[in-house]
């Protein structure tokens, strides 16, 4: 079910949230917290509130979104209720704030706020430099980004680490939770030696990767690179060398070791709903992915 309301009022909607409730049964109770996904106009605005949408059925929530409509007309602001079908087991508000509206985000959404439940932020294209001191970004326990959407990735993880404040995160550090796993468990097998040294090689443009060097960087004493080519991570200790690869846009890789027969494993490219509804699950700061940041200055890149 949508419901489009032009030139509405926070007691316009929360009226007919109301109605709609009441008059289409729709069920709303069990709801955990407030996603607030900030857009900047069209540009995503489809694929985030899909992946809103998805992570929410995971996690039953009220997903509102808010983007900016820099058309110079007066003050107005414009909204979409879907419920039902088109929402999932959450309901979704789409507000679009025309004109100096705009900059106020933080005191259109606070009425349509949960009570008594957590408030995530997820900023899916262009966040602001320190999310924590963002007005709408204040509001929350959790600030989401995604550097893998901007135009310099690269830039962007470093004003990640230059910005963070607890609560902070990026969907690319989900994107590689999979990976850091495999590699976690080929070193628990025989002969448990420590990595000595360790190669992330990939797109020059793939923010996950650098987290993933970082990552390794923070863990070892040995030297860490980062170059650009094939998909895969080699981590060398004193008697074997330990390497997984992907094709760039495969969904099988393959896990050698040294002396060892090699493995296949599925690993596709986790899509940014199933990286949002993992980082749903947990509302403490995440202090290895601030380790990964800071990780990210003693990597080489070659």
Not at 26 to 46: A, N, P
């Amino acid at each position: 079910m949508r419901v489009q309301l032009r030139n509405a009022t926070a007691i316009d909607i929360g009226k007919k949230l109301v109605e709609l409730r009441r008059n289409g049964g729709v069920v709303t109770q069990g709801r955990v917290l407030t996603l607030v996904v900030c857009t900047d106009g069209g540009r995503g605005l489809e694929p985030a509130i899909g992946a809103a949408t998805a992570a929410a059925r995971e996690h039953p929530c009220r997903v509102i979104v808010v983007g900016r409509v820099n058309d110079g007309h007066a003050p107005r602001m414009d909204a979409e209720i879907r419920l039902g079908g088109d929402a999932g087991a959450s309901e979704v508000l789409i507000l679009a704030l025309h004109g100096p509206l705009a900059d106020h985000q933080e005191s259109v959404i606070v009425p349509f706020l949960l009570p008594d439940t957590p408030i995530v932020v997820w900023w899916p294209t262009s966040p602001p430099e320190v999310p924590a001191k963002d007005p709408v970004g204040r509001l929350a326990v959790r600030r989401l980004t995604d550097a893998t959407n901007d135009a310099d990735p690269m830039t962007s993880i470093a004003s990640r680490r230059a910005g963070y404040t607890p609560g902070d995160t990026d969907l690319a550090w989900g994107r590689i939770t999979y990976w850091r796993a495999l590699l976690v468990s080929a070193l628990d097998q025989t002969p448990h030696e420590p990595i000595e040294s360790a190669t992330v090689s990939g797109l020059a443009n793939e923010p996950a990767l650098d987290l993933l060097a970082g990552w390794l960087a923070s863990r070892i004493d040995g030297p860490v690179q980062r170059s650009v080519g094939d998909l895969q991570v080699q981590l060398h200790t004193r008697s074997q060398t330990i390497e997984l690869v992907r094709p760039q846009e495969g969904r099988v890789a393959t896990l050698r070791r040294t002396g060892k027969p090699d493995s296949l494993i599925t690993l596709a490219r986790r899509d940014s709903w199933e990286c949002l509804a993992e980082e749903l699950r947990r509302l403490d700061p995440d202090e290895v992915y601030h380790s990964a940041l800071n990780g990210i200055s003693k990597v080489e890149y070659v």
